[in-house]
């Protein structure tokens, strides 16, 4: 007998000029000014990032019960190109939710990422033909096919609350997600940080970066001198 599976309408694209904004930062920058909240953390790159890539996209979401794919697969076939697939799987890693070939079905219709609250298998698979690969964990334990499940609803990964079309940025050092309504905002504000960072960095370099706040955050103490 089918299983019930809400699925919400599809959100609006974001600009394609905001999208490109944030693949020049970083998820460290992004959650660095805003608040340190922006994170997924434990669901780090698997497969298929090259370094220093930077997957940007609107959310696809989806959400499923641990271990079971019945509506991953439906989420892929009505994927919208540039989309990154945010799938909200409980963080259980006993048993695989995507693989090899749902991995390459996904490039093939323009999925650019794939975050998975949860574990993935496949690896040999998904490093040569699925987009950027994000999870919990790795386990060659195969899903049920059994739903239920809800595809562009809100959900929850990894304990950070996700809206179908908010901005996932995934990179090397893992997941950040920015609500849409404070994309620009938050984007402005990162961009301003990163500049900050190369002043810093450059001085760095000149031997001449500040370290007075440590003075004064510090009353050093040295037993026995
Ligand atoms: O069986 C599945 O649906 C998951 C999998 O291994 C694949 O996508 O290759
Ligand atoms: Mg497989």
């Known amino acids: 007998m089918p299983v019930p599976c809400v699925v919400h309408p599809a959100s609006p694209a974001p600009a394609p000029e905001l999208l490109s904004r944030l693949a020049a930062l970083s998820t460290s920058l992004v959650s660095d000014v805003f608040g340190r909240w922006a994170g997924a953390p434990g669901i780090m790159p698997v497969t298929g990032l090259a370094p220093g890539q930077v997957v940007v996209g609107p959310a696809l979401t989806v959400r499923t019960r641990p271990g079971d794919n019945l509506v991953v697969h439906k989420a892929v076939d009505l994927a919208v190109p540039g989309e990154v697939l945010v799938v909200a799987a409980g963080g259980a890693n006993d048993r695989a939710i995507l693989g090899g070939l749902l991995g390459a079905h996904a490039a093939r219709r323009g999925l650019v990422g794939l975050v998975v609250d949860g574990a993935v298998r496949d690896l040999t698979e998904l490093r040569e033909a699925a987009p950027p690969t994000f999870a919990t964990g790795v386990c060659h334990l195969g899903p049920y096919k059994d739903g239920p499940g809800e595809i562009r609803g809100p959900v929850s990964i990894a304990g950070l609350a996700v809206h179908d079309g908010d901005l996932v ?26 500049h900050s960072e190369q002043q810093e960095r450059a001085a760095i370099d000149a031997g001449t970066w500040d370290r007075g706040w440590l003075e004064e955050a510090l009353e050093i103490q040295t037993p026995g001198a």
């Open 169 to 194: 940025m995934a990179d090397e050092d893992g997941v950040a997600v920015i609500p849409r309504a404070l994309a620009d905002e938050v984007t402005a504000a990162a961009e301003k940080k990163a």
